[in-house]
Nanobody, 126 residues
Framework: QVQLVESGGGSVQTGGSLRLSCAASGRTFSSYAMAWFRQAPGKEREFVVAISWSGGSTYYADSVKGRFTISRDNAKNTMYLQMNSLELEDTAIYYC???????????????????WGQGTQVTVSS
């Protein structure tokens, strides 16, 4: 089992940048495919981006493609989300999620991920 803790959220103006981190417990982080999801007020949780266990495969939601970059450092048991050119619509609680997988595949379905962090708030204002 893995435990996940997000950090790096905050308030930023439109066009600004933030870098989120997701720190994982345990020594088998490299066995997990990871993803970021977000949930805005009054909306359902939505997929943002996923990354395979090695970092070799990624998959982005169209809404963030070209603005957000996912990465991971397996030696540090940490995943990152660099968010640039932030828009008002990016305001949400951001969650990291994990699933045990060494297949190299990436998935965007939330129910594919059994492990979740507590979330970190990102607020974008004009």
């Amino acid at each position: 089992q893995v435990q996940l803790v997000e950090s790096g959220g905050g308030s930023v103006q439109t066009g600004g940048s933030l870098r989120l981190s997701c720190a994982a417990s345990g020594r088998t982080f490299s066995s997990y495919a990871m993803a970021w999801f977000r949930q805005a007020p009054g909306k359902e949780r939505e997929f943002v981006v996923a990354i395979s266990w090695s970092g070799g495969s990624t998959y982005y939601a169209d809404s963030v493609k070209g603005r957000f970059t996912i990465s991971r450092d397996n030696a540090k048991n940490t995943m990152y989300l660099q968010m640039n050119s932030l828009e008002l619509e990016d305001t949400a609680i951001y969650y990291c999620a994990a699933r045990l997988s060494r297949s190299g595949s990436v998935r965007y379905q939330a129910d594919s991920y059994p492990y979740w962090g507590q979330g970190t708030q990102v607020t974008v204002s004009s």
